[in-house]
C-alpha cells in the first residue's frame, strides 16, 4: 500500500469514528430528553387538545436553527391533523403578530431559553391571552420563567467540537416535537383515511387514496378456471390473460382457489404427468383474498407479509371480481 493510501484510509477510519461518536452524542441528546418526560408533557398534551377542540391552533416559533426545527415540527403537526402554523419571530415584530388568534397556543423554541427575538416575541403573546409552552434546555432560563409549562430538553453537550453549533440540542428539540404530534395524532383517534385526505398527491396520496378496484385486473385480463380443470388448462388460460396466476372458481363464479407460476415450478420435478393432473389437488384452496373497496396500501401489507405476488378480489359473496398482479404496481406508481 502506497503512503497516499494509507493516509487516505487512516482518513477514513477517522471519519467513521468521527460520524459515530457524533451520532452516539445525539442518540444520549434523546434519551436524556425521554427521561425528563412527565407531568409537564401530560399537562401540555391537554393544553394542545383544548386548543385543537376550540378549534383554534398551535404556533411554533423559534430562531436561528431552531427556526427551521419550528417548521418540521408545525409541518408535523399540520399533517397528522393538528392544526399549526410557523411564527417567525422577527417577523412577528413587524406584522406577523396577526397570526396569533385567541384560543391558540404557542410552542417557544430555544435551548438558551435568551434567545432575544423569542423573548421579544413573548410580552405581546401574553398580552393576547395566549399561553406558552417552551422546549428549553434551561429550567432558570427567561423563556422558562414567563411559560405556562416547560418541556426540558436535556443534553450533555452539542455534538459540535466547540459546543457551540446547535447539533445535539435541535436532533433533541425536533424529537421531543414528533413525540407531541404522535401522541396528539393517538389521543385525537386520528386514522389513516384522515391522513389520505392531508396527502391527496404523490406517491402518498396515490396509495393512501387508491382503491383495489382501481388497480385490479378484469374480465380478459385475468385468468379464470373451473375446479374440474387440469394444470394444462391453467397454464393456456395464464398465457391468454398474459399473468402469473389462475383463479380456480366454482359454477357460481365462488373462488375456490389459485394456481400461480410459482406453484407450476415446485411441481415440475416432482409431480409425475403434471399436465394433466387435475388443478383441484395442486392449487391453493382458500387463498387470501382482498375486497375491491379496500385500500391499496392493504394490497401492499399483504404481498409483503405474505411474500406472495398474485392476490383474488372478491365481492361481498365471496365471488371472483378481479385480481392483483404485483407487477402492476410499479406502473401504476403503487410501490
Known sequence: MTEAA?????????????????????????????????????????????????????????????????????????????????????????????????????????????????????????????????????LDSSLAACSEIVLPVRIDREACPFNMAPTAST?????????????????RGFTRDDYARLHPAGAIGRTLLTRVADIMRTGAAIATIPATARVQDAIIAMTQAKCGSACVVDADGGLRGIFTDGDLRRHLTRTPDLLTRPIAG???????????????VDVLQLFERHKIDDLPVVDEADRLVGCIDIQDLPRLKIL
Open 6 to 138: 494509507a493516509t487516505a484510509c487512516t482518513a477514513a477510519a477517522h471519519c467513521l469514528g468521527h460520524a459515530r461518536h457524533v451520532l452516539d452524542l445525539e442518540i444520549e441528546a434523546i434519551r436524556r430528553t425521554r427521561e425528563t418526560l412527565g407531568g409537564a408533557f401530560e399537562q401540555a398534551i391537554a393544553m394542545m387538545l383544548e386548543t385543537i377542540a376550540r378549534p383554534a391552533k398551535i404556533v411554533v416559533s423559534g430562531v436561528g436553527k431552531n427556526l427551521s426545527i419550528a417548521e418540521k415540527i408545525s409541518a408535523t403537526l399540520a399533517s397528522t391533523g393538528s392544526t399549526s402554523v410557523v411564527l417567525n419571530p422577527v417577523q412577528a415584530m413587524h406584522g406577523d403578530l396577526g397570526i396569533l388568534a385567541p384560543g391558540d397556543v404557542l410552542l417557544a423554541l430555544s435551548f438558551s431559553g435568551e434567545s432575544d427575538e423569542i423573548l421579544a416575541l413573548i410580552p405581546a403573546v401574553r398580552r393576547l391571552g395566549i399561553p406558552v409552552i417552551a422546549l428549553t434546555g434551561r
Open 171 to 187: 436532533t433533541a428539540t425536533l424529537a421531543l416535537g414528533d413525540a407531541i404530534a404522535m401522541v396528539l395524532l393517538e389521543a
Open 282 to 296: 395442486l392449487m391453493t384452496a382458500h387463498p387470501i383474498r382482498v375486497r375491491r373497496d379496500q385500500l391499496a
